[in-house]
């Protein structure tokens, strides 16, 4: 099922874009999106390239890469941010080296070691949804990733945002009765309107009830259909 606010259709798992896209207030915006994963179904950002964006998508499985061709407008990046060259990286793709408007970050087990080195001084970021996986990594993969991101500049605005998911093959999910607080998304304050994300702001919510309060405080629609 597809979400829809106002004008915007949304394709994300937890309306990651939808976030992204009222938060950045932009039509012609930019976006990294680190493990992107399939083509359109669970995107964080094909549905902000529908609107116009650009940006790259990365995933460290070559098997992904096919399925976007003459599908996205901007084709997958295969490559392992665990063993990724960041200087080289940053050089070899402009869109690094200006501000970015949205990152979409998750790449499960990896994400805290790939953060530690992310070089977040060289690459500006006005908003990033991040997901930690709290409900199954524990509390300290989470609280560090915090600590690297404030440290950085960064405030969290929603905070263990609840992706319902019953995973039977997971007992922290079963234990949860799905409901699972997985990610955690973030601003820039000095590149962003902060009377504008802080209608995001929430703790431990489940991600629809984020969203739907946001766009109602900020006198836009939301439905799903």
Not at 45 to 64: P, R
Not at 98 to 105: G, L
């Amino acid at each position: 099922m597809f979400k829809k606010a106002a004008s915007f259709t949304s394709y994300s798992q937890a309306g990651q874009d939808v976030f992204a896209y009222f938060v950045c207030a932009t039509d012609r915006g930019t976006f990294l999106d680190i493990g992107a994963s399939y083509p359109i179904v669970l995107s964080n950002s094909y549905g902000l390239e529908q609107k116009g964006w650009t940006g790259m998508t990365v995933d460290n499985c070559a098997d992904f890469a096919s399925q976007y061709v003459g599908v996205r407008r901007n084709p997958l990046t295969v490559l392992d941010m665990t063993t990724v060259d960041w200087s080289a990286f940053i050089a070899g793709n402009p869109i690094l080296q200006s501000t970015i408007d949205y990152m979409s970050y998750d790449i499960d087990e990896a994400s805290l070691p790939v953060l530690r080195k992310f070089p977040l001084d060289r690459i500006r970021i006005r908003a990033m949804t991040v997901e930690h996986d709290a409900y199954r990594l524990g509390t300290n993969v989470r609280d560090e990733m915090r600590a690297i991101l404030r440290a950085a500049g960064y405030e969290l605005i929603a905070s263990d945002v609840i992706v319902y998911y019953l995973w039977k093959e997971c007992p922290e999910a079963m234990a949860l009765n799905g409901y699972l607080p997985f990610e955690d998304w973030y601003v820039r304050p000095d590149l962003v309107d902060m009377a504008l994300a802080n209608k995001f702001r929430a703790e431990r919510k489940l991600w629809s009830d984020i969203l739907s309060a946001g766009l109602r405080r900020s006198g836009k629609a939301w439905r799903l259909r």
